[in-house]
């Protein structure tokens, strides 16, 4: 049987299917399953499976999944309630079958099939109420055209989605190796220590030669190292002291009402330096560590942790396994200005560049049809921003190694979203001195397949000016990528000196409308033929176009009627991680049918 009749038996089953990842995600589904449950596809993709189900029936259902490894069969159908989009409860009946993983997965694991039928043998939601979706993929959510209420679509959802949202959040609040609180918990507690007039110092500590150590003595061992160096930084302060890991081995201290911070930091530094035995090696994790306390003239915890940060930095500077409070003139050390160079090679090093994801929105279709990937560099439980340190990347060298990870990243996270629909994509920003390396499309085309995303869904953007870089192939390098599949948008386009004309000669797939000129839009009625002009002479060279930067719905509206094909900006959502990806589909589809019932 061919594969692609097969994927159309389980599109056109009568029968709601869904596969459920180890992790509990949903990585399939079909049309069944969305008409029983009254959910788009897209927000229920990468989703965890536990929104489908009725509270009282979740337990048992996980009792279900739990014992299913050990049963040689599928086994009886386990009966309870599912939970449909608008809260409503229905009687459902489930056959679970275990999937083995391919032979070869990059993600081997096993899966879980799920058959769902309504307890009656009929899928409420399949009649005039329910959704239903055209050959060519037309549309994701419930559109007023086709007679279906707004209250089953995204808005409705929202009580299923919160419930997922507060356990993602509770969990992120927390470091996963020591429990320790993380960056953004240490935040909110040093922002209400400010608040109140008592005292307030914090530490800030690194692990001296960590890399050192967990190059010799392996992940494990480093692992278990900072966990002993949590608990030892615990022992040091009172139970109303905050101790976080704000990343790597790179803890910070928060001391609220203390008499003698010195005391503590010299505590810490003399508890730290103690020896221990990991990984069967006895170590002494000496500790650089920088003090920095509250005084008439802090402004926010920004400052403060700046501070602490510079007194860390002159610690090192000394020689390390040394502790410093912080004194003014330390802002102005050539130590501290390098710090920003070697604190950023020290986080691509520790692997702490993450990715966020902004969603591109098709008015056409009503749905998400791509994301893209923005690097994001977390200091101190703090997002240095895009602007600060890529520029410390490309000066450093250090770019090709944040670009590769950044498209890494992007491929194995989005691509549960991905396998929905192949109409799907993920755009990744290109530096120009990424293409200074004569295998970079090799690269490229090297991490996609080793991710398992289809070069189709991937879309590369670049500035104009790197089209025209003559100090590189790149052009050579471009048409490789897409002859593989690739396509390659034109970032900020408007901004430089091409003309459309020229567009033609460039392997190109897509421009995206810099934000600069969406900006001119304040109300909607302003006469600006350029927009038209521009839409009008890409489509006409067979591009496709999307305007960035959209705050408003005069803007989207506008843009929309001009005939501009997908749309991106803080109107829709920020960009936020992977792991916040049901609730950015959810706030870019809301945004979206207000834009479509205020038209």
């Not at 069967?280 to 402004?299: D, F, W």
Request: with cysteine.
């Amino acid at each position: 049987m061919e594969a692609g009749f097969a994927q159309q038996l389980l599109e056109y089953s009568p029968d709601a299917l869904l596969l459920v990842a180890q992790d509990g995600a949903i990585s399939f589904l079909n049309a069944a399953a969305e008409r029983l449950f009254g959910y788009p596809r897209a927000q229920l993709l990468g989703a965890d499976h536990s929104m489908l189900l009725a509270e009282a029936s979740r337990e048992e259902f996980h009792g279900v999944l739990a014992g299913l490894a050990k049963a040689a069969s599928p086994g009886s159908p386990f009966t309870g309630s599912g939970r449909r989009a608008d809260g409503t409860e229905l009687p459902v009946e489930i056959t679970c079958s275990l999937v083995p993983a391919a032979a070869g997965a990059a993600d081997a694991g096993t899966s879980v099939a799920l058959s769902i039928r309504g307890a009656a043998g009929r899928n409420p939601g399949a009649g005039s109420a329910g959704r239903t979706l055209s050959g060519d993929f037309a549309r994701r959510r419930t559109s007023g055209a086709a007679g279906a209420s707004l209250s089953g679509g995204p808005a409705a959802a929202a009580p299923a989605f919160a419930e997922h949202d507060d356990e993602l959040k509770a969990g992120s609040l927390r470091d996963p190796l020591t429990a320790l609180p993380n960056g953004p918990l240490f935040n909110e507690r040093l922002a209400a220590a400010l608040r109140r007039p008592d005292p307030v110092d914090i530490l800030l500590l690194n692990l001296d030669d960590f890399k050192h150590l967990n190059d010799v003595l392996g992940r494990s061992a480093a692992d278990e190292l900072l966990v002993e160096v949590a608990s030892r930084l615990r022992n040091c302060v009172r139970p109303h002291d905050t101790v976080a890991r704000l990343g790597g081995d790179e803890f910070a201290v928060l001391l609220t009402e203390c008499l003698n911070a010195d005391a503590v930091a010299k505590r810490i530094a003399e508890s730290l330096y103690a020896p221990l035995r990991v990984g069967g090696s006895m170590v002494r994790p000496g500790v650089s560590m920088g003090l920095a306390s509250k005084s008439g003239q802090t402004l926010d915890g920004a400052e403060l942790l700046r501070q602490a940060d510079a007194a860390m930095t002159a610690a090192k500077a000394a020689g390390k396994n040394n502790w410093m409070r912080f004194r003014p003139e330390m802002l102005n050390t050539a130590a501290h200005k390098a710090d920003g160079d070697s604190g950023l090679r020290r986080a691509v090093e520790l692997g702490q560049i993450s990715v966020h994801y902004q969603p591109v929105v098709s008015p056409g279709i009503g749905s998400v049809v791509q994301f893209e990937a923005f690097a994001r560099w977390e200091r101190h439980g703090r997002l240095v921003p895009p602007n600060q340190f890529l520029p410390v990347a490309e000066q450093s060298g250090l770019i090709r190694e944040i670009g590769d990870e950044v498209l890494r990243r992007a491929c194995a996270e989005i691509r549960p979203w991905l396998a929905g629909d192949p109409a799907y994509s993920v755009a990744v920003n290109v530096s120009g001195l990424q293409f200074q390396h004569r295998d970079f499309a090799a690269d490229v085309l090297a991490i996609a397949a080793s991710t398992g995303v289809d070069p189709r869904q991937l879309t590369l953007e670049l500035t104009e000016s790197v089209f025209f870089d003559a100090s590189s192939d790149v052009l050579g390098q471009l048409r490789q990528l897409r002859g593989a599949g690739v396509r390659i948008a034109m970032d900020d386009f408007g901004t430089g000196y091409s003309t459309l004309g020229r567009l033609q000669e460039l392997p190109l797939d897509k421009v995206k409308i810099d934000r600069s000129f969406v900006a001119m839009i304040k109300t909607g009625q302003e006469q600006l033929p350029f927009f038209a002009t521009m839409i009008s002479a890409a489509h006409a060279l067979g591009l496709k176009v999307t305007a960035e930067g959209i705050e408003t719905p005069a803007q989207a509206k506008y843009l929309m009627d001009r005939g501009c094909d997908s749309l991106q900006g803080y109107l829709f959502a920020k960009p936020a991680p992977a792991s916040h990806l049901a609730g950015t589909m959810e706030s870019a589809l809301n945004a979206l049918d207000k834009v479509d019932a205020a038209q």
